[in-house]
């Protein structure tokens, strides 16, 4: 089942101040880390979508772009314009938000293998849904532009819609890989202003 990745980099980062996508990371940006990531696991394509007119920094080769034609519509928004450039090459689809500092493969593999026939792998932890860091049909594109032309623009109104299997932290660390690798998760921390930039920095790697 070929998977592509997709990575959102088009939000407005207003907490954080700047581009997340420029933040420093070991030498390299975010968004080069999380293209990297997402690309050592699929076989498809990986597509960075950007807002009208962003400047993006360099990418590792291969990586594709694609431009959402509409800014501020949220994450979903961004999901149907990745899921639109990815569906006639990948079944399904590993969707990432930019700001993921500790994503790493095993847990890419375990959310791609948790998808089975079901449309969407919604992982629920820390607490919280995680639609970005989760796995999703390519046939979906034509469901999430209808709801977006519909004014149903949030992640919630596509899960509403279609048949989603939400893993829990039981199930997602249930893969040893997973478990070892990092039993707390932390592939699903974000960081969305300095101060939590500043402290992810500071943790071991």
Known sequence: ??????VLAGGR?????????WLDWDGTTLLDRVCGIIGAVVDGPVVVVRAPG????????????????????GPLQGIAVGLAAVVTRAEVAFVA??????????????????LGEHAVLLPVAHGHHQPLAAAYRTALAPVVAELIAEGRSRPPDLFAAVDVHRADEAELLADPALRERDPE?????????????????????
């Open 54 to 73: 962003q400047e993006l920094p360099p990418l590792p080769e291969g990586v594709e772009t694609a431009e959402d034609p509409v800014e501020g519509r």
């Open 1 to 6: 089942m070929a998977a592509a990745g997709i």
């Open 185 to 205: 998760l932390r592939a699903l921390v974000n960081v969305n202003t300095p101060e939590e930039y500043a402290s992810a920095k500071a943790q071991p790697r």
């Open 97 to 114: 938000s930019v700001d993921l500092p500790f994503l790493h493969e095993a847990y890419v593999r375990r959310v791609l293998g948790l």
């Open 13 to 21: 980062s207003s907490r954080m101040g700047r581009s997340k996508a």
